[in-house]
Antibody, heavy 119, light 106 residues
Framework: EVQMVESGGGWVQPGGSLRLSCAAS????????MSWVRQAPGKGLEWVSHISGSGGSTYYADSVTGRFTVFRDNTKNTLYLEMNSLRADDTAVYYC????????????WGQGTLVTVSS | IQMTQSPSSLSASVGDRVTITCRAS??????LNWYQQKPGKAPNLLIYTTSSLQGGVPSRFSGSGSGTDFTLTISDLQPEDFAVYYCQQNYNNPYTFGQGTKLEIK
């Protein structure tokens, strides 16, 4: 059974940093691209970043470029999102999502982890 | 690429047939996907590449379109179908979602 479990969310002050993790199981992790997608409270979905199966290729939304870094450890079947210079508008539930073809759509999602940026 | 869904909300009854529309700000060929999201839950992929039904999704869900205009149709609405629906383009980065359509029980 495919499963992804996010962790690392919490409360942080503006300008602070946080690292999210997504532990994957039930599939050959290194074979699949992954993305982070976020959802601000009561709002819609926003794609954040993409990483290829090898980790050699990454893409970011303009809103997080230069502040967020996506990486993965295929020996640990874990995806990460390093978030720096956090702002209030980064407050959201962050989901990791599996990209079955590497084409940019998502067939499995984690349950999400809430990040709250507030003073 | 901007994705615009209509309507933003919709009331319907069990057994109805409903259609949700998604329009892209430029041509995206057939690179359009649909997700369902229920309160407090992660999104669930329904349809990918315009019309391919994801495994395990009931056949009452269908998708069509190409270029800039796309539709999601749900026939014979069931109680479990009342949720928020999002379209998403994966034609190019950044991947973008529509603002969502909330389907409510009439």
């Amino acid at each position: 059974e495919v499963q992804m479990v996010e962790s690392g969310g919490g409360w942080v002050q503006p300008g602070g940093s946080l690292r999210l993790s997504c532990a994957a199981s039930g599939f050959t992790f290194t074979h699949y691209a992954m993305s982070w997608v976020r959802q601000a409270p009561g709002k819609g979905l926003e794609w954040v970043s993409h990483i290829s199966g090898s980790g050699g290729s990454t893409y970011y939304a303009d809103s997080v470029t230069g502040r967020f870094t996506v990486f993965r450890d295929n020996t640990k079947n874990t995806l990460y999102l390093e978030m720096n210079s956090l702002r209030a508008d980064d407050t959201a539930v962050y989901y990791c999502a599996k990209d079955p073809m590497g084409w940019g759509y998502f067939d499995y999602w984690g349950q999400g982890t809430l990040v709250t940026v507030s003073s | 690429i901007q994705m615009t869904q209509s309507p933003s909300s919709l009331s319907a009854s069990v057994g109805d047939r409903v259609t949700i529309t998604c329009r892209a700000s430029q041509s995206i060929s057939r690179s359009l996907n649909w997700y369902q999201q229920k309160p407090g839950k992660a999104p669930n992929l329904l349809i990918y590449t315009t019309s391919s039904l994801q495994g395990g999704v009931p056949s009452r869900f269908s998708g069509s379109g190409s270029g800039t205009d796309f539709t999601l149709t749900i026939s014979d609405l069931q109680p479990e179908d009342f949720a928020v629906y999002y379209c998403q383009q994966n034609y190019n980065n950044p991947y973008t979602f529509g603002q969502g359509t909330k389907l409510e029980i009439k």
